[in-house]
């Protein structure tokens, strides 16, 4: 007997928290380590919907995107991903980045980008989100960034 795949109801949208000295002015090229952890062991959500809103510090164009990294707890129980402790200029390892969203063009210095990247894995257990900024120029001198993520799964029973 075959069964009908249907997705679960998502869970509410939860902030993740960003530290406003790692998004405002956060350079092309950058990433900012939420200090939230996601706690995905006892629940293990399969999948994740990362949703955004922030200010731009210069004009964006075609190439212009934000990128998603999921960073799972290491075996040490303190490290996270590629060992990404702090938000940099640099982003994490490639292999981390769960997803990315293109910006629209032409959104001007001061003006705020809005965007969601969906049906991220998760791992089982907890992990950190960094949100990465590949727009080609800054985030606002006062970025006032805010991330939220839900959860979800399959539910094979329909």
Same mark, same amino acid.
């Given at each position: 007997m075959a069964n009908l795949a249907k997705w679960n109801t998502p869970g509410a949208w939860t902030s993740l928290a960003l530290t406003s000295g790692d998004v405002n002015s956060l350079a092309s090229g950058g990433g900012a380590l939420s200090t939230t952890v996601i706690t995905n062991s006892t629940g293990?959500?399969?999948?994740?919907?990362?949703?955004f809103v922030l200010t731009v510090g210069g004009t964006t164009t075609s190439s212009s995107l934000i990128p998603i990294y999921v960073l799972p707890l290491n075996q040490d129980g303190s490290t996270y991903g590629d060992g990404y402790a702090s938000s940099t200029s640099t982003q994490p390892a490639i292999?981390?980045?769960v997803g990315f969203i293109n910006v629209k063009i032409g !959104?001007?210095?001061g003006s705020t980008v809005?965007?969601?990247v969906q049906f991220c894995n998760l791992p089982a257990g907890d992990c950190k989100? !960094?949100?990465g900024n590949s727009l080609g120029v800054t985030f606002n001198a006062t970025a006032a960034v805010t991330l939220k993520y839900r959860t979800y799964d399959v539910n094979l029973n329909g």
């Open positions: 293990l959500d399969q999948a994740a919907d990362f949703s292999g981390y980045q !959104v001007t210095s809005t965007g969601i989100i !960094v949100i």
